[in-house]
């Protein structure tokens, strides 16, 4: 994404109207996943955030209008979504998060989340919009995202991540050394479904064995019946009313 002529954005509504964001008309659009990713975090009031590689801002604003009081930064190496994510209201670092600038060396996060890429572009092809393709193609490898997060994370600190399912294995291996307490919360599109995405939670010196928690089921029955809104009851809430996901 190049321009930024409100012709070729929208403004869209989350949690059900509470949250307004500008978004690209065309490319890389936030959806589900940030929602849900930002439900997953117990922040309090007065607690600091970061969100790599935030896009317009949706994770962490997301985040914010469900508990006010937060300090809210955000890093995004795309210029034109770093713009958007400021005209939405978050503070934001133009940078890659491989090469955080001083300013940001100098910060601890109580809470870091991340929304990586998901697909791997040394396997597969790659979308025609550029914005779109490094927000859902990787270059950056996952032991990159978890080492920034430790970095930045206070002690005690949380490290809160959504990923596809099979990359399950390279989260775990990557808080090898940098992070403990590992959880997992499987996403399941409908009951009796395999698991397609993560919520990932680790904390800086946590202690705790690895925790698999029961799976996050978000549609009602076993498969796609009719068109219209199928979310179970606990997910309508999360998505139109900004309701927590865990605690």
């Known amino acids: 994404m190049t321009s930024t ?8 509504a989350f949690l059900g109207g509470k949250l ?4 690209p008309r065309a490319g890389y659009r936030a959806g589900v996943d940030p929602v849900l ?10 607690e600091t955030v970061l ?33 958007l994510a400021r005209r939405n209201g978050l503070k934001v670092f133009e940078t890659d998060l491989t090469n955080l600038p001083t ?4 910060l601890q996060f109580d809470h870091v989340l991340a929304n990586p890429p998901f697909f791997d572009r040394r396997a597969g092809r790659s979308a025609a919009d550029q914005g779109r393709e490094r927000a ?15 970095r930045r994370l206070r002690y005690r600190g949380y490290l809160h991540m959504i990923h596809r399912a099979e ?12 992070l403990g307490s590992p959880e997992v919360w499987p996403i399941c599109p409908r009951i009796g479904r395999p698991a397609e995405l993560v919520i990932f939670r680790a904390r800086k010196e946590g202690r705790a064995q690895f925790c698999l928690h029961p799976p996050i089921i978000l549609h009602k029955g076993a498969r ?13 809430a999360v998505l139109r009313h900004g309701a927590a996901l865990l605690n």
Do not use: F, M
């Open 20 to 23: 307004h964001l500008w978004q």
């Open 37 to 46: 990713l930002a439900a997953s975090v117990p922040a309090k009031a007065g």
């Open 136 to 150: 859902r193609g990787h270059d950056t490898p996952l032991a990159a995202w978890i080492d920034a997060a430790a």
């Open 5 to 12: 002529s409100d012709n070729d954005l929208t403004c869209d």
């Open 224 to 236: 796609h019946e009719r068109d219209g809104i199928s979310y179970v009851p606990e997910i309508e």
């Open 167 to 178: 990359r399950l294995p390279e989260l775990l291996a990557g808080t090898t050394g940098r």
């Open 51 to 83: 969100d790599l590689g935030c896009g317009v801002g949706a994770a962490a604003l997301c985040l914010g209008a469900r508990v006010p009081g937060l300090d809210l930064v955000g890093v995004e190496r795309q210029g034109a979504y770093a713009a």
């Open 103 to 106: 300013a940001l060396h100098e």
